[in-house]
């Protein structure tokens, strides 16, 4: 393996990367909306000095 097929490599992994991680985003989230609370609001701890 040549140096230039290395460094062709090398620069197109980095290339890569840097596309996923700046690049749009690919996720398809269902579009639920709001969804309405069920249940009790919980009330935590007490503090008892």
């Not at 609370?37 to 935590?44: A, D, L």
């Amino acid at each position: 393996m040549n140096i230039h097929k290395s460094v062709q490599d090398l620069m197109e992994y980095f290339t890569e990367a840097f596309a996923r991680i700046f690049g749009p985003s690919t996720d398809e989230y269902p579009e639920v909306g709001v969804q309405p609370f069920e249940g009790e609001p919980y009330v935590g701890a007490t503090e008892e000095s």
